[in-house]
Structure formats: structure tokens, C-alpha cells
């Protein structure tokens, strides 16, 4: 009797906290990272895409111990300098 769970961890696929493999985490279409992350993406019903977009630079903001409040530039970039 094979049991997956009692297989090496490098022989078997790296499952979510629910127990579920990572790869059926989420519905059709939507995003499996996000629904590993956040449990939830922009394709959720009600859901917006700059909600997910925002749960992300939190996230990796967060990960800066001493990130500044905002991640918007100081001063416009040379780009838009030159172009503008």
C-alpha cells in the first residue's frame, strides 16, 4: 500500500496547510500562487486585480524591515524626465 504521506518529502509534491497539493489549490483560471499566499486572487468573485496587486507590494514590503511608508519614487524617473 502506497501512502503519499509517508513518502520522502523530496518524492512527493509540497502540499498546502489543508493537506491538498499545491497544484489544486486553486479554481480553473485562477491564480495558484496567489491561492497559495493569500487564499485568494483577482479571478474570486469580488476580488479586484489592483486588490491582488496590493496584497503583493505589502507583502514584499513587509519583508524590508526598513521599508519606507510608500512605494511610490521620490522624484520622477530620467525616462520620464526626458519624454515628458
Known sequence: MDDPKQ???????EEAPNGCPLEV???PGHSII???????CSKCPGI???EE???W????????TDAPFTDRAPAPSR???RHG
Not at 34 to 40: G, L, Q, R
Not at 57 to 64: G, P, S, T, V, Y
Open 48 to 50: 479586484e486585480l489592483w
Open 7 to 13: 513518502a520522502p518529502a523530496d518524492t512527493r509534491a
Open 34 to 40: 496567489a491561492h497559495h499566499v493569500h487564499d485568494w
Open 79 to 81: 525616462e520620464v524626465e
Open 25 to 27: 489549490q486553486a479554481p
Open 57 to 64: 507590494r505589502n507583502r514584499e514590503r513587509a519583508r524590508i
Open 53 to 55: 496587486l496590493l496584497a
